[in-house]
């Protein structure tokens, strides 16, 4: 790990941890718009269940 360590400081001026945190970033991000995407297409089809079973028409305007 030393070796990786010293690589990294060495060659491009950056902290093992600051990769990682950036790392972890960037897989938050991409967890986040999974998330953001999966719940519309929940709220659009609860929408049209509802559309279709009580005849509610729900504004998508918000």
């Known amino acids: 790990m030393s070796g990786l360590h010293d690589a990294l400081h060495n060659n491009y001026g ?9 790392v972890v970033f960037v897989i ?4 986040a718009f999974v998330h ?3 719940q519309n297409k929940k709220d659009e089809e609860f929408t049209r269940e509802l559309e279709r079973k009580y005849g509610i028409r729900i504004d998508e305007r918000r």
């Open 14 to 22: 950056v902290c093992l941890w600051t990769v990682l945190a950036f």
């Open 28 to 31: 938050m991000v991409i967890v």
């Open 36 to 38: 953001v995407y999966r």
